[in-house]
């Protein structure tokens, strides 16, 4: 049985993460174990950086976004040494849990770090990019959407005004996954994802037929793993007779207060996280399948690729009529 359970917040953030680095500490203390959270990522554990987490510590912080333990993206911990020196901090502090809140970068650097330490490795899903597999959704996916889908319903209005096309770009890494599903709820004309390449000439013409039917003003939602945005709205500025407007919604989408969906989300995972070291099971992620919490093999959701349900695309065209 587990008796400290250390907890990291790796590559990037994503709102909601506080809301896991309570639920994990308050658990954990109910079932008697002690908890400390490394700082700055892997960093951390590089540095012996650490410090005490207990239900008062971790007070007042569901509703932030970002991580009160920050993070870091730490390429000194895939050098030649740094994943034994992790290991030796885990040791060092009796460590015999270790709680990896990320991304599936993170999953991958604690399956590397499995492979050096007796400690208990349990992953939870936390980005806005929602590309982890083994999970439907990913702590902080929900909160990244809504923001997106703030910003551009202000975008629509200015559009609308103006008669123009914006090409609207959001986060996603290399993934559609938050582009699709801002797409759909914004009523975007157009989805750019790299899943499914187009071409500018097949934008173009579809643009072109809604200027036909009446349909001047226009949204497209590009992922910012669909390529180079800007260039492609100067492009389609330049061979249609539309005006059209880039704007790239940047690290907005990163930050803000996690809604409801997240905390909920967050609090869950933290839960299932606690009860599989009580389980003594470890090189696990948590996640949500089909309305449930579950866990799976931590390597395969580190090394698997998440499918994208590319049907939706087709309910989005329906819906851009
Ligand atoms: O993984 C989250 C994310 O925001 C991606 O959507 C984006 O591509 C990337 O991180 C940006 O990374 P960084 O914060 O290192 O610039």
């Known amino acids: 049985m587990v008796t400290t359970i250390g907890i990291v917040t790796s590559g990037g953030d994503a ?3 506080n809301a896991a680095i309570r639920a994990v500490t308050r658990i954990a203390h109910a079932k008697g174990l002690q908890v400390i959270g490394f700082e700055r990522g892997w960093d951390g554990l590089l540095t012996n950086t650490y410090r005490k987490l207990t239900p008062r510590t971790v007070g007042g912080i569901i509703q932030l976004g970002g991580t009160m333990l920050h993070t870091l993206r730490c390429p000194a911990f895939e050098e030649p040494g740094g994943v034994e ?11 015999e849990g270790l709680v990896v809140i990320g991304g599936d970068g993170s999953f991958r650097g604690a399956v590397e770090l499995s492979k050096k330490s007796d400690a208990l490795m349990v992953g939870i899903p936390a980005t806005i990019d929602n590309d982890v597999y ?3 959704e990913t702590i902080g996916f929900d909160t990244a959407v809504n923001t997106a889908v703030g910003a551009i319903d202000k975008i629509r209005d200015t ?4 008669e123009r096309i914006f090409v609207v770009e959001v986060m996603g890494r290399k993934r559609g996954f938050l582009a699709l599903e801002v797409g759909i709820c914004v009523g975007a004309e157009v989805i750019l994802i790299p899943e499914k390449p187009v071409t500018l000439e097949e934008v173009n013409k579809l643009m072109e037929e809604n200027a036909k039917k009446g349909k001047k003003a226009g949204i497209i939602v590009a992922a910012e793993g669909f390529g180079d945005s800007s260039k492609m709205a100067r492009e389609m500025q330049r061979q249609t007779e539309s005006e059209v407007r880039l704007s790239i919604l940047g690290y907005a989408q990163r930050g803000g207060s996690p809604t409801a969906r997240s905390r909920l989300l967050a609090s869950l995972f933290a839960q299932k996280a606690v009860e599989l070291f009580c389980e003594a099971k470890g090189n696990m992620a948590v996640g949500l399948l089909n309305g ?12 698997t690729r998440k499918p994208l349900d590319l049907s939706l695309l087709d309910t989005a065209n329906m819906l851009a009529t």
């Open 85 to 95: 020196r992790a290991a030796e901090t885990l040791s060092m502090n009796n460590v």
């Open 134 to 136: 083994g999970t439907d």
């Open 159 to 162: 559009a609308i005004s103006h």
């Open 292 to 303: 449930k919490i579950i866990s799976t093999d931590l390597k395969k959701c580190s090394e």
């Open 15 to 17: 709102p909601g993460m």
